[in-house]
C-alpha cells in the first residue's frame, strides 16, 4: 500500500497498534543518491577499516536524503502463519517554519527510480513530513515564541491568496458569519490558520477536513474563550505531531524494540539514525551503541543467507528477488510442509527472512515436517547472525552491532612493482588488470602498487597468469619485505652498522706497549 502524507496522518493510529502486535518488522529505503562525489575517493573500498567506510558513508548520507520506506509488519497468527501488511511511504524533508533541508540528487539514481516507475509526484507533491531531534528543537522554539516564518514558495502564495481573501471579506462581515477556505494540503492547513490568527485578532479558524478551514469573525471576549479552549484544533502540541510526520511512526519503531529486518541495510541505519533520530556522529563507536539503543535486534537478510548458501547446495546468487525465487525452488517446498505461510494483507508476498531461517532450523531438526515455525522458535538459530549487517565492500565482512567487528577472511594482498614506466597512478593500475577482474589498488610507494580482491580464484588467476604487461611485476605482499616502514628502517640500520663498521675498522684495535 503506497501512502503520503495526506492519508498517513488518519492512519498512525492503526498503523502505531500494528507495529506494536508484531513479531518482527522489515524495511527497505530508496534514496536520491548512494556515493556522493563531491568528494573524492569517497567510494567504499575493501582497504576501508570500519571506520574509514562509516565516515565515507556519513559524508553521503548527509548530502542525500530518503524518498520512500517500505514498511512490512509480521504478525504470527499462530505456529505457522503470518500475515503480513506492507506500506511505501513518500517522503519529503519537513519545510515547516524556519526548517528548510538542503539535499543532491544522483543521476543514475533517480534514473533507476524512474527505471521502477517512481512516483515523483507524490514524493514532491504528498511526500510525509519528517524531522530530526535537532530540528524538532529548533522548530519547537519558533512555535513557542510565536516567531513564525514560511520557508517554502508555494506555501507562501498559498498563504497570502487566502490572508488577501480574508482581509477582503472581514471588513465587511458580521460576527458570526463563516468563510470557507479550501484546496490546502497538509500542514498548509496548519500554516493558514497560524498566520490568520497572528495577523487578525478577530478572526477565529477551525480545520473541516477535505484541505479546508472555516474562518469566523468573532468578538474579543469569544476569541479569547476559543483561545483557552482546550478542543482547539491548532494548539501547539497537534502542531508538532503533524510537524514530525513519519517522525511519530519512527518513535513507535524504536519504543516497540521489535526485532528490525532488511537486506544489506547498512545505508538504511545510517539515514534512519540521521533523518529521524539525530545527525550522525562523527564518532563510528557512538553510531553503533545509538543504533544497538534503538534496535536491539538487527537481522540482515544477505548475512543470513550467506550461511544458508554454505550449508544448503543452492545457486550462489545476490539479489534479493533471485534470492527468493531459489528459496521458493520446487524442490525445497515439496519436501517440507512445516514451511512458514505467510498470508499477504497487500500484493507483495516476497519474504526472504522466514525461509532462510526456516532452513536453518531444519539443519537443527530430524523432521522438518514437526518443525515449530513461530517466529521465536527461529530466534536460537538466527543468534550467530543478530546485529550483524552486512558490508558490501570494506575491510571487514560485517558490522557487528552489540559487539567487536570481526576481521574477515580475504583473500592475500598483492603488491605491483612498476618498471620502467613512471606516471602511473592507481585508476592505470586498476584499467591493466581489469581483465582479470575487478581489484582495489592503493598506492603503496613510488614504483609499487597493493592490489585487494573479495576473491581468492582472481587472485590465483593473477599470479598464473604471465599475460599481464612485462613492466609490471605481480606477487604476494610481504610485510618484513615491502612495507615502505620497514624497508626504511631497514635501510637505516645498515647505515648504522655499516658505519660503525668502518670506524672501527679505520680507529684499529687499541695497541699494547711492554
Known sequence: ?????AAFERRLPRLRGRVRRAAFLAIDMEFTGLHSTATQNNKPSLFDSP???YLKARQSIQRFTVTQLGLAIFSNENSNKYVVHSYNFFLFPSTWGVTDVEFALSASSIQFLSHYGFDYNKFLK?????????QEKIFSQHLLAGSWNISSVVNRDVLKKAIDEVTCWVGAAEEEETLILQDLSGYQVFEV????RQALQNVWTQPLGDKKVMVKKVSPQHRWLLENSPYDSCRKELILLSARGFTNLFQTLVKAKKPLVGH??????MHLHDKFYKPLPESYEEFKRNIHNLFPVLID?????????????FPRVSNLLEIYSVLCSSNLNSKDSACPVITPASDCSRYVLLKSAHLLLCGYTDDAVEVDSSFSRYLPVLAEYLNKVNVIRGGVASINFSGEDAPCQRPPLLVVHVRGWSGLNERQIRQEFKAFCHFDVRRLSKDQFLLLSNKFKHVRRVLRDANHPPRLGVSIYRHWRHSPSISCLLQVSGIVALWSLLAFVLGGAPCCSF
Not at 544489506?264 to 541505519?269: E, G, R, S, V
Not at 537478510?301 to 547446495?313: A, E, F, G, M, N
Open 1 to 5: 500500500m503506497e501512502m503520503g502524507a
Open 51 to 53: 571506520v574509514e567506510l
Open 126 to 134: 504528498d511526500g510525509i513530513p519528517y524531522m530530526n531531534e535537532v
Open 193 to 196: 490558520q497560524l498566520v490568520l
Open 264 to 269: 544489506n541495510m547498512l545505508m538504511d541505519l
Open 301 to 313: 537478510t544477505k548475512t543470513v543467507t550467506k550461511s544458508v548458501w554454505k550449508k544448503h547446495p
